[in-house]
């Protein structure tokens, strides 16, 4: 079951939901509202400061690129 991330439009909490296949109604855990929307998540990446999904550290390989 996928984790998907919200925020209710009635006291800007952001929450994760564990949901699964069938529709179901999700709440706002802090004020108990229906009223969410479901947010674009970024997937998780071995280096998540870069913000580019793709590791900061240099090879020593020796491919001509520093």
Do not use: H, W
């Amino acid at each position: 079951m996928p984790i998907f991330e919200y925020k209710c439009k009635i006291c800007d909490n952001k929450f994760e939901e564990l949901v699964s296949g069938d529709a179901q109604d999700i709440k706002c855990p802090q004020c108990q509202s229906t009223q969410v929307e479901k947010l674009i998540s970024l997937f998780a990446s071995s280096d998540a400061s870069s913000g580019s999904g793709f590791s900061s550290s240099r090879s020593s390989c020796g491919s001509g690129f520093s």
